[in-house]
């Protein structure tokens, strides 16, 4: 052998780096069906900016009485998000689905038919219910549902839906403004009570969470759908033994004894019983901490007022040089196209550059924006009208590039987030608290918006969340560690360990399993 072909010998032959897994399309498509209550909460909330217009000339209401029924859908939204909590651990995540699309038609058909701003106000109460459930239901169930390998992809889907429901409402106001005062904003939110219609029977063909399954002691159900929706029967089995050890069930149990086992350790976290104390009254260590994170990240997403914006958009853009009622409308379908357009970038980079880089990408540029905005309005307010057409293309380009940051970051994957960090007995209720805090902090941003405005200037109101949007950068730097790769049982370890922490111990005996089956098998 020559020298030559020694070396070549010696030299190893490359390996093929590992491909991912592809995407599993049976949870791709129960992620989808999941995900479509979040576009009668997106058409619901950005109707409202141009239905607005016509119902304050119509109904002959206050900008006052604008202000509370725009924002107190939030409100509302947060006793529905609670009851969607003991909901989703009663009945189930399906048929928390299915109740919130009933809501959600019933919501619709009172706001389009009201004849005064009372009805008017309990048809946008039903509606805030739903918003409610529907926030809180999708990713909780998504997260429960897919494989770790494209669970935040999957859990994305969820805002982009939201997304494409916002888009879907500026549309409606665009296409009804033409019709007369008295039936275009009516006309607005009857569209909306249709697409509930299919959606309540289409999500009756998705399979329950197998989280929940295994909770109720359904271990065979729960494998039969953890085998469709996991990238292989290895995985399956490793997602059913993780879950399993989390509810409390033995290790040596066989699946013939899982119901009983269940039932003589008279579990309350199948029922939902117990959670709130050992959420608020009582938290270990790292459930502390996971709230802290979860319920800060959900506070800083609406603090920084990207609802405002989506709601008063025609308002800004007024602001910002664009007077005609028509044109502000059109100008404000850009908000929509904006948010549906960017919000594919996160949903394509979460599970391949991780949660942290995206909301820190997005944090910051939100900050930078906002600030861009409230300058340029500032500016042009101390300038003749004629004279601030510059400024006005910068205050649009700033709106709609805050809007694009939003989207492709904070927006969904503070969803996607919050759906992961909590252990499986505190999911549904800690996500219904989380989405409670973003619901009130939304509905306390659009509800004083236009008293703000009024106080400090739109510019100043736009500096003020700019502020936040900092902070909010700051705080996601320090306190969110990265949950990319991890399967729902180990994001715990995350957050610390703790002595009274049952989930956190289960994790932790994870490396010991196969010592601990061969030894249950010896006795």
């Known amino acids: 052998m020559s020298t030559d072909a020694a070396a070549a010998a010696a030299v190893p032959a490359a390996v093929a780096p590992a491909k991912r897994a592809p995407i599993n399309k049976y949870a791709c498509a129960c992620a989808l069906l999941a995900s479509m209550n979040s576009v009668l909460l997106g058409y619901d909330i950005s109707v409202m900016s141009g239905a607005q217009l016509f119902m304050k000339e119509d109904l002959k209401i206050t900008d006052t009485q604008i202000e509370i029924l725009a924002g107190v859908i939030s409100i509302y939204s947060l006793f529905g998000s609670l009851a969607a909590g003991l909901t989703a651990d009663w009945l189930g995540r399906r048929y928390t689905m299915v109740l919130a699309a009933a809501i959600f038609f019933t919501g619709a058909l009172l706001m389009g038919l009201a004849p005064d701003y009372a009805l008017l106000m309990v048809g946008r109460f039903v509606a805030g219910i739903g918003v409610g459930f529907a926030l809180m239901i999708a990713p909780v169930y998504t997260a429960e549902v897919a494989p770790t390998s494209t669970r935040g992809f999957l859990t994305s889907f969820p805002e982009v839906f939201n997304n494409f429901g916002i888009l879907l409402g500026y549309v409606s106001n665009f296409a009804f403004a033409r019709l007369p005062v008295h039936l275009s904003w009516r006309a607005m939110f009857l569209v909306g009570a249709v697409p509930p219609v299919f959606l309540g029977v289409a999500v009756l063909a998705m399979p329950e969470s197998p989280r929940w399954l295994v909770m109720r002691g359904r271990i065979d159900d729960a ?279 049952e989930d956190a111990a289960a994790v932790a005996a994870r490396p010991e399993r196969k010592k601990s089956s061969t030894e249950f098998s010896a006795q």
Request: glycine fraction near 10%; aromatic fraction near 8%; include cysteine.
């Open 223 to 501: 494998r039969r759908v953890l085998l469709k929706t996991s990238d292989s029967p290895a995985e399956a089995e490793e997602r059913l033994l993780d879950i399993k050890k989390v509810v409390g069930i033995p290790e040596g149990v066989s699946d013939a004894d899982d119901v009983a086992a269940i039932v003589r350790a008279g579990s309350k976290s199948s029922r939902g019983e117990g959670v709130w104390k050992e959420l608020l009254i009582n938290p270990s260590r790292p459930v502390r901490r996971m709230l802290v994170a979860g319920l800060g990240l959900m506070f800083i997403q609406q603090a920084t007022g990207v609802d405002c914006v989506v709601m008063y958009s025609p308002r800004v853009f007024a602001q910002a040089g664009i007077k005609s009622k028509t044109n502000s409308l059109g100008a404000s379908m850009a908000v929509g196209a904006c948010k549906t357009f960017f919000i594919p970038i996160s949903t394509l980079l979460l599970d391949r550059i991780g949660r942290r880089p995206l909301l820190l990408a997005s944090g910051g540029g939100m900050a930078i924006f906002l600030f861009t905005l409230a300058t340029s309005l500032h500016m042009m307010d101390q300038r003749p009208e004629g004279e601030a057409a510059a400024l006005g293309a910068v205050s649009i380009a700033a709106m709609l590039a805050f809007v694009a940051s939003f989207a492709s970051g904070l927006g969904p994957v503070a969803w996607v987030y919050c759906s992961e960090i909590y252990p499986l007995r505190l999911r549904a209720q800690a996500a219904a608290i989380g989405t409670g805090l973003n619901r009130i902090m939304s509905g306390a941003t659009t509800m004083s918006f236009l008293s703000l405005s009024n106080a400090i200037t739109i510019a100043g109101s736009f500096y003020l969340y700019a502020c936040v949007a900092a902070a909010g950068w700051v705080f996601m730097y320090l306190f969110l560690p990265e949950t990319m790769g991890k399967s729902l049982e180990d994001t715990v370890k995350l957050f610390g360990k703790d002595a009274d922490d």
